[in-house]
């Protein structure tokens, strides 16, 4: 047993120290990136856009979510629930250009995940334009997914391959090194995932994203922060902390796009591990786990493009608070400065 006594910090604990800035207008702000990623020794791909990502989960990561963030230059990480026919359907009516899809994969029950593979290769060689693969397991320390990782690569060289999820330097490192252009970043920090109070196993959100971005960035890769944003202000903090991409899950499970279930409670939202979704997809909890989500009901917040706008409204007012004139140079403009939170809990 060892104890690590540095200190790590989540969005909350943190705000961005503003700096005097030339920037006299938010609209000035680029958000836009370009991203050259690295596909073998010889050949590379660029891609040009807003790097927020809807998550691929069954409620947030659907074809009409990837339509409503076209309009944003936003990407959409579709869930892996759906079949080749609708998949065929939605696609036949996708524009060709600039497609923000990304095409889930899981891992499986074995090593290569065959069935799962073949369907894959089947809708990519039809829909030649989709050029994101997502490779989403809850834990990224198996040595298993670590050769997935690896097969995936060889299996799809053409394609931009992420990979996830992990905390950690060295397995951000173990990752790109085994094929992967971008790694997930995010154990346990999501609204609806409950691994941190059932296993108790996590990360602080904001350290995990800094310490793997460092570790990502130096050998040509990059990072996408998964969960634990709630605002736009983490969303800003995340993409100072050093993130490339981050992907939202609770924030769209409220938009008009999303599959959640209507209630008078609201519209349903799980996470991809909780009982619900076992249940839909598996027939249940296995006897050897338990369930690591939960179910929410979030308000109706209308169409995820309003939602686009808060958010990018708040990067642009973010960028423009530290003098940072493109979204690229964010993380190099950005000073944290801790909050005592704990401090400020007793007096409440």
């Given at each position: 047993?060892?104890?690590?006594?540095?200190?790590?910090?989540?969005?909350?604990?943190?705000?961005?120290?503003?700096?005097?800035?030339?920037?006299?207008?938010?609209?000035?702000?680029?958000?836009?990136?370009?991203?050259?990623?690295?596909?073998?020794?010889?050949?590379?791909?660029?891609?040009?856009?807003?790097?927020?990502?809807?998550?691929?989960?069954?409620?947030?990561?659907?074809?009409?979510?990837?339509?409503?963030?076209?309009?944003?230059?936003?990407?959409?990480?579709?869930?892996?629930?759906?079949?080749?026919?609708?998949?065929d359907?939605?696609?036949?009516?996708h524009?060709?250009?600039?497609?923000?899809?990304?095409?889930?994969?899981?891992?499986?029950?074995?090593?290569?995940?065959?069935?799962?593979?073949?369907?894959?290769?089947?809708?990519?060689?039809?829909?030649?334009?989709?050029?994101?693969?997502?490779?989403?397991?809850a834990n990224?320390?198996?040595?298993?997914?670590?050769?997935?990782?690896?097969?995936?690569?060889?299996?799809?060289?053409?394609?931009?391959?992420?990979?996830?999820?992990v905390?950690?330097?060295?397995?951000?490192?173990?990752?790109?090194?085994?094929?992967?252009?971008?790694?997930?970043?995010?154990?346990?920090?999501?609204?609806?995932?409950?691994?941190?109070?059932?296993a108790?196993?996590?990360?602080?959100?904001?350290?995990?994203?800094?310490?793997?971005?460092?570790?990502?960035?130096?050998?040509?890769?990059?990072?996408?922060?998964?969960?634990?944003?709630?605002?736009?202000?983490?969303?800003?903090?995340?993409?100072?902390?050093?993130?490339?991409?981050?992907?939202?899950?609770?924030?769209?499970?409220?938009?008009?796009?999303?599959?959640?279930?209507?209630?008078?409670?609201?519209?349903?939202?799980?996470?991809?591990?909780?009982?619900?979704?076992?249940?839909?997809?598996?027939g249940?909890?296995?006897?050897?786990?338990?369930?690591?989500?939960?179910?929410?009901?979030?308000?109706?917040?209308?169409?995820?493009?309003?939602?686009?706008?808060?958010?990018?409204?708040?990067?642009?007012?973010?960028?423009?608070?530290?003098?940072?004139?493109?979204?690229?140079?964010?993380?190099?403009?950005?000073?944290?400065?801790?909050?005592?939170?704990?401090?400020?809990?007793?007096?409440?």
């Open positions: 047993m060892k104890i690590d006594n540095d200190v790590k910090l989540d969005f909350s604990d943190v705000l961005i120290r503003p700096k005097r800035s030339n920037l006299d207008s938010r609209n000035k702000v680029d958000l836009k990136r370009t991203f050259v990623f690295k596909l073998s020794e010889t050949t590379a791909s660029t891609w040009n856009g807003v790097p927020i990502v809807a998550a691929n989960m069954d409620t947030v990561g659907t074809f009409e979510m990837a339509e409503g963030l076209r309009k944003s230059n936003g990407l959409c990480a579709i869930h892996k629930y759906y079949d080749e026919s609708t998949w359907t939605n696609l036949n009516h524009r060709q250009e600039n497609c923000n899809i990304i095409y889930t994969l899981g891992m499986g029950s074995d090593d290569t995940n065959l069935h799962e593979i073949e369907k894959a290769q089947r809708i990519l060689n039809n829909h030649k334009d989709i050029r994101f693969i997502c490779l989403d397991v990224g320390y198996t040595e298993k997914f670590v050769k997935y990782v690896s097969h995936i690569r060889n299996t799809f060289p053409d394609h931009i391959i992420i990979a996830g999820n905390v950690t330097s060295e397995m951000t490192e173990e990752l790109i090194l085994a094929g992967a252009n971008i790694v997930k970043i995010g154990i346990g920090p999501g609204s609806v995932c409950t691994t941190r109070k059932v108790g196993v996590g990360f602080p959100q904001l350290s995990a994203i800094i310490e793997c971005a460092d570790a990502a960035h130096g050998l040509g890769g990059y990072v996408m922060a998964d969960g634990g944003c709630t605002c736009p202000g983490d969303i800003a903090k995340a993409f100072g902390g050093g993130a490339d991409f981050v992907m939202i899950g609770g924030m769209f499970a409220g938009t008009d796009e999303a599959a959640g279930e209507e209630t008078e409670e609201g519209k349903a939202f799980y996470g991809m591990s909780s009982k619900d979704a076992m249940h839909k997809y598996s249940g909890v296995a006897s050897y786990r338990a369930a690591e989500g939960k179910k929410v009901f979030v308000e109706s917040v209308g169409s995820v493009t309003l939602v686009m706008q808060q958010i990018l409204g708040g990067l642009r007012s973010a960028c423009t608070y530290v003098g940072a004139a493109r979204l690229k140079d964010l993380s190099k403009c950005t000073t944290f400065i801790r909050v005592n939170n704990q401090i400020n809990n007793i007096f409440k």
